[in-house]
């Protein structure tokens, strides 16, 4: 519907090309993940969701929403299966079974939450709306994650003395 009311055709290849964007990207993201861990990737992956967000709110033609679908693919392809990692990674190992399936559960979860809110958004404010939404709280879940990140470092400082 929002590519319609853009005057954008193309929206089945949209699908194809993230789907191909996110499997190459998982051929790599886990090695990086291995050798740099999530630090190396969140913040590039998120900035690559966000961007693919921002280009689909503003969306001129079907070149910027092949752009977005691979910025999108990339970004999801490298983040998830990160955050999957780290949060199995900071768990006690009697616990990692049930740490994978909270993090699906909530996962899943903010999927269906989603839905229903970028919906309402979308009927109140038009799609366009869902997009620059989403972006948003992309950025703030950089904010949240890099003062996570720094706390976590304040406390290593503090040990380390």
């Keep these: 519907l929002y590519t319609a009311e853009k005057g954008v055709d193309g929206i089945q290849w949209y699908f194809l090309v993230y789907a191909m964007a996110l499997m190459v990207t998982r051929l790599f993201a886990g090695r990086l993940y291995d050798r740099r861990g999530h630090r190396a990737i969140f913040v590039p992956s998120t900035l690559l969701i966000m961007t693919g967000m921002l280009l689909l709110a503003w969306m001129p033609s079907e070149t910027v929403l092949y752009i977005a679908a691979v910025l999108y693919g990339f970004g999801f392809g490298s983040v998830q299966p990160a955050l999957q990692a780290w949060s199995i990674e900071k768990t006690p190992p009697n616990r990692k079974a049930m740490a994978n399936a909270t993090y699906f559960s909530f996962f899943d979860l903010g999927v269906g939450i ?14 366009r709306s869902i997009y620059i939404t989403a972006a948003a709280s992309i950025f703030i879940s950089m904010i949240v994650y890099l003062s996570i990140i720094r706390g976590e470092d304040k406390i290593k400082s503090v040990e380390r003395r």
């Design 114 to 127: 989603g839905a229903i809110v970028f919906g309402q958004i979308g009927f109140l404010f038009g799609y």
